[in-house]
């Protein structure tokens, strides 16, 4: 059964570079049938997509962070990673990872992370 | 762009039915998905497609989409159906997924 684990710091400051890996296993994200994606959820708040990633390296991001946004991905390692850069205290949240099966109805995220609480603050 | 509006909460005694609503401007040709999150665990698909169950998703959910509102039906509500829902479309003109606001099901 496929399964994503997210890894990375749980603390970040302020206008520092978020980063985040993705783990995936019993599974290849080298599959043409998949994207892989970022979400996240502040406390208190509702979810949040980030973007998405095909194994070619295309991807789709959030417009409202494009600017600060970067996924990519490892297939030697079937990883992919996040990066947000000049993080503030509203990017403090929790960041879960999903398989993204990209249709022609767009993203829906049939298998997720359990997540990983990013903080930031100095 | 889209925006999705569910209601807050929505409260329902074991063994009734739960209806948790997902209005947008229109939904049109899009898809409508669910989701259940639960504290510490990995959110879980519940419905895909407006209607569709994946695997290992009990018959109690069910899904349809009309006009401006998708609705998520949970029926025979047993008390580990409590959890947060959120509907999801893909905004194609902007070519990016979005998210509602959620909503908290309490079991009675």
């Known amino acids: 059964q496929l399964q994503l684990q997210e890894s990375g710091p749980g603390l970040v400051k302020p206008s520092e570079t978020l980063s985040l890996t993705c783990t995936v296993s019993?599974?290849?994200?080298?599959?043409?049938?998949?994207?892989w994606g970022w979400i996240r959820q502040p406390p208190g708040k509702g979810l949040e997509w980030i973007g998405s990633?095909?194994?070619?390296?295309?991807?789709f991001y959030n417009p409202s962070l494009k600017s600060r946004v970067t996924i990519s991905l490892d297939t030697s390692k079937n990883q992919f990673s996040l990066e947000v850069t000049s993080v503030t205290v509203a990017d403090t949240a929790i960041y879960y990872c999903?398989?993204?099966?990209?249709?022609?109805?767009?993203?829906?995220?049939?298998?997720w992370g359990q997540g990983a609480l990013v903080t930031v603050s100095s | 762009s889209y925006v999705l509006t569910q209601p807050p909460s929505v409260s329902v005694a074991p063994g009734k039915t739960a209806r948790i609503a997902c209005g947008g401007t229109t939904f049109g040709s899009e898809s409508v998905q669910w989701y259940q999150l639960k504290p510490g665990r990995a959110p879980i698909l519940v419905i895909y497609f407006d209607s569709d169950r994946p695997s290992g998703i009990p018959d109690r959910f069910s899904g349809s989409n009309s006009g401006n509102t998708a609705t998520l039906t949970i029926s025979r509500v047993e008390a580990e159906d409590e959890a947060d829902y959120y509907c999801q479309v893909w905004d194609s003109s902007n070519y990016h997924a979005v998210f509602g606001g959620g909503t908290q099901l309490t079991v009675l």
């Open positions: 990633i095909y194994y070619s390296g295309s991807t």
């Open positions: 999903a398989r993204d099966l990209y249709t022609d109805s767009g993203s829906l995220f049939d298998t």
């Open positions: 019993t599974g290849s994200i080298s599959s043409r049938s998949y994207y």
